[in-house]
Every structure is written in structure tokens, then in C-alpha cells.
């Protein structure tokens, strides 16, 4: 690497600037990247270039060499350099300041360079380094990706890992001869040497560290163009029909969303290039790298026999990585307390693709099913977090993201929207992305410029949507004269803490016999008297929330019950089933085998498929949660029986197909065990019904769960399906779902071992079979170890990891020991990382409440 290393030194020792002399208090040096050390850098630090050279052996156990160097501008020289790198000094190979060998001294997860070896002016650090398994390059056997967020970076090269250090990336990757590459930027040459080939990439837009990216590996790469754009896909799908029906469906989509964008922001795509990669059982549905983002192989590539929801839920992800190229790539938040306006945006922005694609009323029902249930799960919860929180150091980063930045700022923003006017908010949108292009900026920031085109006081109205945590309970009362209103009043009150007032407008209906009369309802108070209802006839019963655009807990008139699933808007009624779900949740209007049997009822009668594959989904969440083992026994064949008839006389094959899945995760009969084995045997769905093989996979892992041939079954699965990664993910459940209880317990206690996490939709999965209801008189051991646990899944995992953890082994535990168990690691851990306490009480809520509701 010599030659790397003087080349290096003679560019950067080019055009050397001299800066006024500037002293501060020196920041201590800590684990990971703190508030302090950031603003630190941020004022000193600029015009930041890194030159990175990746040498990437074939095989998976050899070490990954990374040569580099990071060049900048820095008027502070009263301090030594920190620069962010977790392995250690042990990885370092060299350390070069300014053309100095120096020694490489490494400390809490910093490399220190000396003051001595500083000065104003333009300076370079170049370094050789190695990674191992170690690092967030998410090595396969075959291909492997980059993924640095929130912090990652710092695991694999020396940088400033903090967002509001932009620069720009030279990237060189060596690999394998057969293997394809993906980065950031347009691959300028390559040079095939022997069995290997080196990829020179042109230089990088203006990036943070937690967008710099790339992929290598033995992947099919497809080129279309999208209008006046080229684009590159790259996948390892190799099921030919799925291919066919894929790929031409994903370039369209992401052609869609680009287009949009730039109409909506008046601002053309704002990168160099566009390109996307399938990775199988990716952590997230997908990352939002400029020129190279990165999709869960399994939300591109449908077939089919694909739902009408997956469809809407390739789109949707599509378009949300597509916003991020405008918000949160090219204007990017200063530091990742404001990591939820990237995500707000991106959401908000995908639902308004999806509007414009699919229509209005498709896009409203989405936007419920989507963003409110999700919402609620936490806002419910003694561990509700706000929107925007507050964050210390970067290493505590991943735990701010959530459903709440996810789902309920969503919901806020289109509050917001409503309370300015569309135009106005486009407008002050456009305005912000303007002005901060390829910077940084704050939700303050923002907040500033659209106060600019409303006349409501937007600081007063963040407070509570944003700053703070919960939602509203409304009540309503109605006085009658006679057979008519006399006075219709609506209240509001937090469910939990200081009494406040979320602003916001949605509508309730009143129904009649033969008509139904909407209303407006401008929430601006704590209390309103709703005058458009004085005098009207006493109604049949009233829909609260019936437009689906308010938030919080809902009344619920049970005079509704009997009418509920012929009301003709599937909007209505998904409003209904979302407040009478809360609504039991809280304690009120139904108990759990109430509604059970209501929701069974309605499975018939539904007809919308995404209403429908709500329905049932609450019909398996209160089945396994909120329903005592012998009572689930009892109420079984009513429920097996009614899932199998409507799945018969439903027309629609992809309803049929939402009900066989129901029916797959409730059943509990000799007699459905027979019928789903054939199923799974002879490969013959039930008439009307498409199967493809990952539904038959699906159907295996629940065969292996609920009957005695559980290493057979999967085994067999396993012969059937050709793709590497699916064979490969079988193998790794496959102990999971063994019959042995040995065998189960050395598959748990193996997870403590990073190793074994590193794919971590396995290890979900895994976790889901291992703590099943059916399997937890064997489980509960795990729980203490699975809390004991977290921190370290916070530390080694991705940002998803911990409450995607907590959800797998906590989702369907209701007993007072799991319960116990739970509160005793709390008061045995007063000091608990807060964040993590907070997600313990999030996952672990519907636990709570079913001591509530069955006495337990």
C-alpha cells in the first residue's frame, strides 16, 4: 500500500489554507460521538474530502483492508484530533498526519492524532486498516453491503461519523472477477487483474458518513432507462416468473416517485445518478443511499399471486427512499435528535405518490391502516416517546427511531397541512428545501420558515404534537329536546400527564335509517359544542373519527354493532375497527372474547382485502393475547370453522388468500393439521387461492411449529427451493422450531454470541417460533436472558434490532410470570438506559394490559 499512501500525500498537500488562530476548551474523549465533541467539530472542521480503498477477498473469513485517507480544513489546532473509529488501535495497520508516520493511538473508540501533527490550514490522516466480521459491512458468502447508520461508519474507517459533516467520497473497491458493484457514485473504469477486478468510482456528491455506501457481490445487474435517466438495479432473485414480473414494475415505480418529486419540490432529482439494490432479508424495508439504495429483496420482487397491500407496499417504500433523495439526502438534519424529519417527510411524501397513483379513497384507507394502529402501539404505552427527543451521543442514536417517527409524525404533519392549506405548506416546503440544499438544517429551522405562511401560532401547536408524548381521549355528551339534538358537546383530555390540547379537525357521522349527515369537527379546545348538530334528528348511532383523520382514543356506540360491516365506506369501517379495538385495549365498550366474536362475524361480510387483512389481524392478536389458553381452546372450532366458509365464499383471490393466512396461524385441530399438511404436500392451494413458494415456506415453518414432524417437514421445504439465501435461512430456523427442547435452548443461548445475529430478520423469526404461545412453557427461561440482553442489541445491532427484539420475544407472552419477570428486571435495573426502559414498556404493554383483562 505504499504507493497508495504517497499518491495520497501529493494531492492533498495542494492548496493549504491558513485560518485565524482559534482556541476552545478541549473536549473529553468518550465512547461514541457526543453532542459536544460534534459541535466541536462542526465549528473547526470543513471541506471534507475522504479517499477510500476497499480490498475485499473472496472469502468471507479473510479481513477486509481499507485504505484511505481524510483530507479538511481546520482552524483549531489548540486540541488534539478525534477521529471516530470503534475497533480499536489492534485494527490499525498505519497512521500517516500530514505526511507523518505517527503512532496509531486509539482511544474509547477514538483515534487520537496529536495537536503536534496539525495545522491550520489543509490537513490529511491517512490510514490502513483491517475489518473483520466485526464491522457494518454485512458480509455473505457471496456479496456484502455497506450499511452505516445511524454511526457506522466509524466500525469500518477512520471519519467524522456526525450528520452535519458532509463530504465527499472517492471510492476504489477490489473484489472477486464475477462479483458486481453498486456505490454511491457512476463507476468511472475497471481493471480486471487475475481473478479479481478494481471498480474506480468518481467522486461523490455531498454526503454525511451514514449515506456513504456501497454493495459488491454475485448479484444479476439490469440497466433501463428512467425518461432522460439511467438507472441500475441489482438482485439475486433467481425465480424466473418473479424476475419477469419485477423488475419492469420497479423501474416504473421509482420513475413515478422521481417524477412526482420534482414536480411537487420544483427541484430536479438531486444526485448524480440512480441505482438500487435487492439485498436478501435486508434489516429495513429499505436505505436511502444516493446512487445505491438498498431494498429488502422481498418488498421488490413479487409475483402473481402477490396481495393488492404488498403491491401498495412495494410502491410505497419505493417512493419513501425516493423523498429521501430531496429530504434527508440533499438537505440533511444537523444532528439525529431531527432524525424524524427525514423520516416524516419521506413517509408524508410516499403517501402523497401513492394519492396521486392510486386515488384518493385508496390512499386515505391506506393511511389509516398504515400510520394509526402503528401509532397508537406506542403512544398508548408508559413508555411513549415524543417525536423529537433529546440525544446525548450518537452511540444512543438508534434508539430514537421507532413507529412514533414513523407513523405518528406523519399523521402530525398532515395536521399540519390541514391547519395551513396545501399551497401554503408547499410553498414553505420549497422554501426550506431551497434554502438548505445540501446542508443542514433543524426542525427549528423549518418551523421558522413555514410560521412564515400561517397565522396560528405553529411554536404553541409543536409543543404538544412534537415535544411532548400521548395522545388525546375524547368523550362527547348529547342532550335531546324530544326526538332532536338540543346540545352536542365534544371534550378532549390527555390519556396520561398534563392536561393539554392537540389541535386538529376530523369528522363524525350520524346515521340514519335510510342516510347518514357528516359533520366537521374543529378540536381547537378542550371542549367544543358541536352547533351543526342542534336540531338534527336523534341518529340510529354516531361514527366518531369517521374520515379516519383524527388522532387519539375515540368513543365507541356499540348501538353500531349490528350495522357495523355494512356501512359502505371501507374507510368508515376501518375507522370503526380501529376505535373498537382501542377501545378494548383501554377497557372500554368491549371486552376481548367480545370483540373476537364480533370481528369473526365480519370476516364474511368484509369485502375490502386491506380492511380486511386488518380485521383478521386483530382477530389473531386478541386469539393469542387477550384470550386465556382453555377459552382459546373452546372458542377454536367456531374460529377455524368461519375462517375456512369465508374463505370459500369470498370471490376475490387475494381476500381468499388473507383468510387462508388467518387461518394458518390460528388453527389448532387434528382435522385443519391434516388439511394444511396436504396443502403443504401435495403443493394444491385450496380453489381459488395462489400460493408461491415463499407461502409454502410460510406454511412449512407453521407445520414444523404445531405438529411432531418439525425437522422433516422443514427439511423437505428446504429440497424444494432453489435460491441459496432461502435455503440458507431455512437452515438457520430450523433449530428454532426443533421438537427437542435442547436443541431450542442451545439455538437461544447461541444468540449471545454476535455471530449468530448477524442477520437479524433470521434472528426475529427465530425469536417469533421460539416464543409462540404453543411453545412457552419451554420459553419463559428466555426472558430474563432476552432483557439481560438488550443493551447489547443495542450496541452491536442495527437500528431496528431492539425493539424488533423485545416484539419477538414479548408479542404474545400474557401471563402474570412473563409479567413478573419483566418487572423485575426493571426494579432490579433503576438506572436503565432510559430509551431502552422505554422500549421494554412499549413491547411489553399489551402484557400489562392483559393482566387487566384476565386477571391473571
Not at 420497479?250 to 438500487?276: M, N, R, Y
Not at 405438529?707 to 417437514?713: E, G, I, K, L, P
Request: include cysteine.
Amino acid at each position: 500500500m505504499k504507493g497508495f499512501f504517497t499518491s495520497v500525500i501529493l494531492l492533498v498537500s495542494i492548496g493549504t489554507i491558513g485560518y485565524a488562530q482559534q482556541s476552545s476548551e478541549p473536549v473529553a474523549v468518550e465512547p461514541g460521538v457526543s453532542f459536544k465533541l460534534a459541535t466541536y467539530r462542526h465549528a473547526v472542521i470543513s471541506n471534507i474530502q475522504y479517499l477510500l480503498d476497499f480490498n475485499i477477498p473472496a472469502k468471507k473469513e479473510r479481513n477486509i483492508t481499507v485504505a484511505g485517507n481524510v483530507s479538511f480544513d481546520l482552524t483549531d489546532v489548540t486540541q488534539d484530533l478525534q477521529l471516530d473509529f470503534k475497533p480499536g488501535s489492534d485494527h490499525i495497520s498505519a497512521v500517516l498526519a500530514n505526511g507523518v508516520h505517527i503512532p496509531a493511538v486509539s482511544k474509547n473508540e477514538h483515534l487520537i492524532i496529536d495537536k503536534q501533527f496539525l495545522h491550520k490550514g489543509r490537513n490529511t490522516i491517512t490510514t490502513e486498516v483491517k475489518i473483520g466480521e466485526e464491522g457494518s459491512l454485512n458480509r455473505n458468502a457471496d456479496f456484502l453491503y455497506a450499511l452505516f447508520v445511524p454511526d457506522r461508519a466509524r466500525t469500518v474507517f477512520p471519519c467524522f461519523d456526525q450528520p452535519n459533516l458532509k463530504a465527499r467520497f472517492l471510492l476504489t473497491l477490489h473484489v472477486p472477477a464475477d462479483w458486481k458493484v453498486l456505490a454511491n457514485a457512476v463507476k468511472k473504469d475497471s481493471v480486471v487483474t487475475g481473478e479479481n477486478i478494481t471498480y474506480h468510482f468518481a467522486n461523490s456528491d455531498k454526503l454525511p458518513t451514514y449515506l456513504f455506501s456501497f454493495t459488491a457481490g454475485k448479484y444479476t445487474s439490469v440497466k433501463q432507462m428512467l425518461g432522460k435517466r439511467g438507472a441500475e438495479l441489482l438482485y439475486r432473485e433467481t425465480d424466473p416468473i418473479t424476475i419477469k414480473f419485477s423488475v419492469d414494475s420497479i423501474f416504473k415505480a421509482h420513475e413515478d416517485a422521481i417524477s412526482f418529486l420534482e414536480k411537487w419540490t420544483s427541484i430536479p432529482f438531486p444526485f448524480q445518478k440512480v441505482g438500487f439494490a435487492a439485498i436478501p432479508d435486508f434489516q429495513f424495508g429499505g436505505m436511502e443511499h444516493p446512487g445505491e439504495v438498498q431494498y429488502k429483496a422481498s418488498a421488490l420482487f413479487l409475483d402473481d399471486g402477490a396481495t393488492k397491500d404488498q403491491f401498495i407496499a412495494r410502491s410505497n417504500v419505493i417512493s419513501h427512499e425516493t423523498a429521501h433523495m430531496w429530504f434527508g439526502d440533499m438537505v440533511t438534519m444537523d444532528w439525529f435528535n431531527d432524525v424524524w424529519m427525514k423520516e416524516v417527510f419521506a413517509n408524508f411524501m410516499a403517501d402523497k405518490v401513492t394519492e396521486k397513483l392510486m386515488g384518493s379513497e385508496t390512499f386515505n384507507l391506506k393511511f389509516l391502516q398504515d400510520h394509526y394502529p402503528a401509532a397508537y402501539g406506542i403512544d398508548r404505552t408508559p413508555g411513549a416517546n415524543p417525536i423529537r427527543q433529546q440525544l446525548d451521543n450518537l452511540q444512543d442514536a438508534g434508539s430514537l427511531y421507532g413507529n412514533i417517527i414513523y407513523h405518528k409524525a406523519p399523521i402530525m404533519m398532515r395536521q399540519l397541512e390541514l391547519l395551513m392549506g396545501k399551497d401554503n405548506f408547499q410553498k414553505g416546503i420549497r422554501e426550506y428545501l431551497k434554502k438548505y440544499a445540501y446542508s443542514n438544517a433543524t426542525w427549528n429551522d423549518l418551523i421558522a420558515i413555514l410560521s412564515k405562511y400561517s397565522t396560528t401560532n405553529l411554536y404553541t401547536w409543536n409543543k404538544v404534537w412534537v415535544n411532548q408524548p400521548g395522545r388525546p381521549v375524547f368523550e362527547y355528551n348529547v342532550n335531546y329536546t324530544g326526538n332532536n339534538i338540543n346540545k352536542f358537546t365534544i371534550s378532549q383530555h390527555p390519556e396520561t400527564g398534563e392536561a393539554r390540547i392537540w389541535p386538529q379537525v376530523f369528522h363524525i357521522t350520524l346515521v340514519y335509517p335510510t342516510y347518514s349527515k357528516s359533520l366537521a369537527v374543529n378540536m381547537s379546545k378542550q371542549q367544543i359544542a358541536l352547533a351543526a348538530a342542534q336540531g338534527m334528528p336523534k341518529p340510529l348511532y354516531i361514527l366518531f373519527n369517521a374520515d379516519g383523520m383524527g388522532y387519539g382514543l375515540f368513543p365507541v356506540d356499540k348501538s353500531m354493532t349490528g350495522s357495523l360491516f355494512t356501512l359502505a365506506s371501507p374507510l368508515q369501517r376501518a375507522s370503526a375497527y380501529i376505535n373498537a379495538y382501542e377501545n378494548m385495549l383501554a377497557g372500554r365498550s368491549f371486552k376481548p372474547d367480545e370483540l373476537l366474536k364480533l370481528f369473526t362475524l365480519g370476516i364474511s361480510t368484509e369485502k375490502n382485502e386491506m380492511n380486511l387483512r386488518m380485521l383478521t389481524g386483530y382477530i389473531t392478536n386478541i386469539y393469542w393475547g387477550f384470550t386465556l389458553p382453555k377459552d382459546r381452546l373452546a372458542f377454536n372450532p367456531t374460529l377455524e370453522e368461519n375462517l375456512w366458509t369465508a374463505m370459500q365464499q369470498q370471490t376475490l383471490p387475494n381476500n381468499k388468500k388473507v383468510l387462508f393466512k388467518a387461518y394458518q396461524d390460528v388453527y389448532l385441530s387434528h382435522d385443519a393439521q391434516s388439511k394444511m399438511y396436504n396443502v403443504w404436500q401435495q403443493q394444491q392451494a385450496p380453489a381459488g387461492v395462489k400460493l408461491n413458494e415463499d407461502d409454502y415456506t410460510s406454511l412449512a415453518l407453521t407445520l414444523a411449529l404445531k405438529s411432531d414432524t418439525a425437522t422433516s417437514v422443514i427439511k423437505q421445504q428446504q429440497a424444494r427451493v432453489t435460491n441459496i439465501d432461502r435455503r440458507n435461512r431455512l437452515d438457520y430456523l430450523m433449530p428454532a422450531l426443533s421438537l427437542n427442547v435442547a436443541e431450542r435452548d442451545a439455538f437461544f443461548n447461541g444468540l449471545k454470541e454476535r455471530k449468530n445475529r448477524q442477520k437479524e430478520a433470521w434472528v426475529t423469526t427465530a425469536l417469533y417460533y421460539l416464543n409462540h404461545p404453543l411453545r412457552q412453557q419451554t420459553s419463559i427461561k428466555y426472558l430474563p436472558e432476552s432483557l439481560q440482553l438488550l443493551a447489547e442489541i443495542q450496541r452491536t445491532g442495527d437500528v431496528f434490532f431492539p425493539q424488533s427484539w423485545l416484539g419477538s420475544v414479548f408479542g404474545s407472552y400474557q401471563s402474570k410470570e412473563a409479567y413478573q419477570v419483566v418487572n423485575d428486571f426493571l426494579k432490579a435495573n433503576p438506572d436503565y438506559n432510559p430509551k431502552l426502559h422505554d422500549k421494554i414498556l412499549q413491547a411489553t404493554d399489551n402484557l400489562y394490559r392483559a393482566q387487566k383483562m384476565l386477571g391473571n
